[in-house]
């Protein structure tokens, strides 16, 4: 006759009422117990399964934390694992008892997979990316919120090839470029606009490939552009911005400078405060290039606000950079980092002020503005 493995003999309701504290407390390995004999058959009749989920979901609540991490390690790969249990263990605040479901757990739902590669944090989201098989909206959502070390294990899987939407993911966040930029190049992950919008946070290695997407950009845009309407008109106000801009720069008001470089370009605070540190200075002289700036205006500049954090042959190669670069190009790159900022804001938490901002920049992206030269004009003359 078969023997039938029980877990907990049943008790009327009174029973149990009066007798949970206790059992709790006389016994808090309980469930780590019938979890041992549970995992050490691979097979359970379905009497079997049904007690065993009854107390795992009846106990686990209570369990101590060093018991729930050996159950999830014994029960996370079983081949009965009752499902139910399955995502409680999956979703437990424990981040080691979460840890192998999310691992090696082959049933759980989709769509609580997309759920943790959203909230994370990083381990778990490395539980997910290193999961045997992974959905589409899985993979979008770890591009999409996890960090640099859970993006390089789904780029070193050979089982997954990232689509062009995830590839465009990655390429708007600037923290994975500074940190993968290589690697996702390497990878032809980088789409031409991701590399032209991320300049300012790319390795050095492929800052010339964003000039290069730039110049052609610009040369395919010029093309697209009907005979006699390419000839520019002297634009006083711009002017007259250019020379509170360089006036700034000589009198070393590096506040005053960023806030009319942002004004004229239509760049977020953020970003021109950014290029004001002393590893920005070839995105600098982008800027400069895009608002006008002539060779010897720029020099003056650079040397004003970075001469004494840059060195001289640091200045020069910049300054070859500005010598090689088109106007065109330069308007390229600077009209992607306006659109990288209206991305970061729109997904950022704003007051009314900031809004009013948001859509000053979007008057100004596809070109320099008059109408943001003449505004930086008047603060610049208060």
Request: charged residues 20%; neutral net charge; aromatic residues 4%.
């Amino acid at each position: 006759m078969r023997q039938s493995q029980h877990f907990s003999q049943p008790h009327s309701s009174k029973e149990a009422s009066s007798k949970s504290s206790a059992s709790t407390s006389v016994e808090p390995n309980v469930l780590l117990s019938a979890t041992e004999l549970y995992a050490g058959r691979p097979r359970h009749d379905v009497e079997d399964k049904k007690i065993f989920l009854e107390l795992a979901q009846n106990l686990l609540p209570s369990t101590p934390v060093s018991d729930r991490r050996r159950i999830a390690n014994l029960l996370a790969s079983h081949p009965e694992m009752p499902d139910d249990f399955l995502e409680n263990l999956a979703t437990d605040d424990d981040h080691l008892t979460a840890y192998p479901a999310l691992r090696y757990s082959p049933r759980l739902p989709v769509d609580l997979l997309v759920s943790t590669a959203v909230s994370g944090p990083d381990t778990l989201r490395k539980a997910v990316a290193n999961r045997p098989s992974l959905r589409e909206s899985v993979i979008s959502a770890l591009c999409e919120h996890a960090g640099a070390d859970v993006v390089r294990i789904l780029l070193d899987r050979n089982d997954i090839l990232l689509t062009s939407t995830q590839q465009a993911k990655l390429s708007r966040r600037s923290d994975i470029v500074a940190a993968l930029g290589l690697e996702l190049a390497g990878q032809d992950a980088l789409n031409p606009d991701g590399l032209m919008g991320q300049f300012l946070h790319l390795p050095p290695q492929l800052k010339n490939k964003a000039v290069a997407a730039a110049e052609l950009t610009s040369l395919v845009k010029q093309a697209q552009v009907p005979a006699g309407q390419q000839a520019k008109y002297t634009d006083t106000a711009h002017l007259r911005l250019q020379d509170a801009i360089y006036n700034e720069a000589l009198n070393q008001n590096r506040i005053r400078f960023s806030d009319l470089l942002g004004r004229g370009l239509g760049l977020s605070q953020a970003t021109c405060d950014m290029m004001l540190q002393e590893d920005q200075a070839e995105g600098l002289t982008v800027a400069l290039k895009a608002l006008g700036f002539g060779l010897r205006h720029t020099t003056t500049v650079l040397v004003r606000l970075l001469g004494t954090r840059v060195s001289l042959q640091e200045i020069r190669a910049v300054l070859r950079l500005y010598r090689t670069l088109s106007t065109g190009a330069a308007e390229v790159l600077v009209g992607q980092w306006i659109l990288q900022d209206q991305q970061t804001l729109a997904k950022t938490p704003q007051h009314q002020p900031q809004y009013q901002e948001v859509r000053q920049q979007k008057e100004t992206a596809t070109d320099l503005s008059k109408k943001s030269a003449a505004n930086a004009l008047k603060d610049a003359s208060l």
